[in-house]
């Protein structure tokens, strides 16, 4: 009897210790990691950076571009200008993206789009200003005082245009652009060799309105039917006489 009370005794508190220390192990759970899409995140942003850092003009442009295109937000491009006595001059140009929050795809494909566009009329080299033209839209006025309109790709996007279309728009291919935006614009340049832009007057975008939808008509009413005249009422029938009584009857 001892003994099986003592056996009794061990089962009760090994089952006692399991459910206090089941609390312990739920508190000490591992959360979910997170820094896996953290770490894509910051790859595909740097890789991106990397890849336009030329076109910007430098990797703090090239950033500024990414994350803003890629959040919506207000971006900010500084023209580093180095004067005679060695000093710099540095002048900045902000403006907000016509379109909203786009993927790292779509950043990839609008800064492509970008580069052609300038590459396109002799601007390899763009300074802030000009990138900001032909993103958003606006017009460069040459030092001869003639002038080039851009429509500026995010404009369009916001319009509606797919890239296929913005791209076509400026006679080009948008596998080709993709794979060498500079070159392709460069190839469409025909001789379009512009060393000075004078000045640059951006488009003033608040927010580019998208096509409305048609207004719905309202259906015509249909003319109601006429009413069926009431058909005359039948003559009263004649009542039919008394038959005769038979002969006889």
């Not at 991106?48 to 959040?71: H, I, P, Y």
């Not at 429509?151 to 400026?170: P, S, T």
């Not at 580019?208 to 069926?228: C, G």
Request: proline share 6%; aromatic share 2%.
């Amino acid at each position: 009897m001892k003994s099986q009370h003592f056996k009794s005794t061990l089962i009760c508190i090994a089952v006692l210790g399991a459910l206090s220390a089941a609390p312990v192990m739920a508190q000490t759970a591992t959360p979910p990691d997170t820094s896996v899409s953290t770490s894509t995140t910051n790859h595909e942003s740097t890789r991106l950076s990397t890849e336009f850092a030329d076109f910007a003009g430098s990797d703090t442009n090239s950033q500024a571009l990414v994350t803003g295109l890629r959040d919506g937000t207000e971006i900010t491009l500084d023209d580093v200008v180095e004067n005679a006595d060695g000093t710099t001059t540095t002048t900045s140009t902000t403006f907000t993206p016509a379109t909203g929050k786009m993927g790292y795809g779509n950043v990839k494909i609008a800064l492509s789009l970008a580069e052609a566009t300038l590459a396109k009329d002799g601007i390899t080299d763009p300074t802030a200003a000009e990138m900001a033209a032909a993103l958003n839209g606006g017009t460069l006025v040459l030092a001869d005082g003639t002038s080039i309109d851009l429509n500026g790709v995010l404009a369009q996007r916001a319009a509606g245009a797919g890239w296929g279309q913005i791209a076509k728009a400026d006679g080009f291919k948008l596998g080709d652009v993709m794979r060498s935006p500079k070159a392709v614009g460069s190839a469409a340049a025909n001789g379009n060799t512009h060393a000075h832009v004078e000045k640059v007057e951006l488009a003033k975008v608040h927010g580019v309105d998208r096509p409305s939808k048609p207004e719905h008509v309202a259906k015509v009413d249909r003319p109601e039917r006429p009413s069926r005249p009431d058909r005359p009422e039948r003559p009263d029938r004649p009542d039919r006489p008394d038959h005769a009584g038979r002969p006889g009857g």
